[in-house]
């Protein structure tokens, strides 16, 4: 059980275009989802706390008009990166927590996005 | 704000070895520690996790030890595979609720090589 898919796996884009990730927790309702950003061997970094029908929390430095979050139900949240540059180019990795066993976390198996 | 710090940063361990990660917190207001395993271009998984009315668990080769007052835990890897080579990630819970409620800190992850 505590499955989390994402999609695509892969995506390349031309600058300035947006990319919609999409992460799905497939056995379990998520309450709550969690968006990351990790760099080549580098730890994760926490960029939002995404919610089921409310605004998303972001971190402090994330552009929120840039990473657009919405958690539209308990199976699904998206990330769509707008107006992307090669500097958004990253391993992007959500998670969705069972908030009835506290701060579980499970991942999903990441997106990476090339900007070029 | 939650600091988690994590090491060695990277380990060299013979097959059937045991190898030792270690990881100290700061504060927290809710006690869940887990490890997680990430493979190469993959999501971490979760590995395993220890909620601290216990100071050890065990699952299979792998186990948890807790010291609460030292704020430390750690990482066993008994009988160490090849196939365990992978990069390796603890968490604590992000401090007290609120905005924080639900959210891990990790630490700076171990790069974990078991030779054959």
């Known amino acids: 059980g505590a499955v989390v898919s994402q999609h695509p796996s892969r995506v390349i884009c031309k600058s300035g275009t947006s990319v919609k990730i999409e992460c799905r927790s497939l056995d379990f309702q998520a309450t709550t989802m969690f968006w990351y950003r990790q760099f080549p061997k580098k730890s994760l970094m926490l960029m939002a706390t995404?919610?089921?029908?409310?605004?998303?929390?972001?971190e402090q430095g994330v552009e929120k008009d840039k990473f657009l979050i919405n958690h539209a139900s308990l199976t699904l949240s998206t990330l769509t990166v707008t107006s992307a540059h090669p500097e958004d180019s990253s391993f992007y990795i959500c998670s969705a927590a069972r908030l009835a066993v506290y701060n579980e976390q499970f991942f999903g198996p990441g997106t990476r996005l090339t900007v070029l | 704000q939650q600091q988690v710090k994590q090491s060695p940063q990277s380990l060299i361990v013979q097959k059937g070895g045991i190898s030792i990660i270690n990881c100290a917190y700061e504060?927290?207001?809710?006690?869940?520690f887990p490890w997680y395993q990430q493979f190469p271009g993959k999501g971490p998984a979760l590995l395993i996790a220890i909620r601290p009315d216990v100071s050890e668990k065990k699952e299979g080769r792998f186990t948890i030890s807790f010291n609460k007052s030292a704020k430390q835990f750690s990482l066993h890897i008994m009988d160490s595979q090849p196939g365990d080579s992978a990069t390796y990630f603890c968490a604590a819970p992000t401090n007290a609720g609120g905005t924080s409620y639900g959210k891990l800190t990790f630490g700076q992850g171990t790069i974990l090589t078991v030779h054959p």
């Open positions: 995404s919610n089921e029908g409310s605004k998303a929390t972001y």
């Open positions: 504060n927290t207001a809710f006690d869940y």
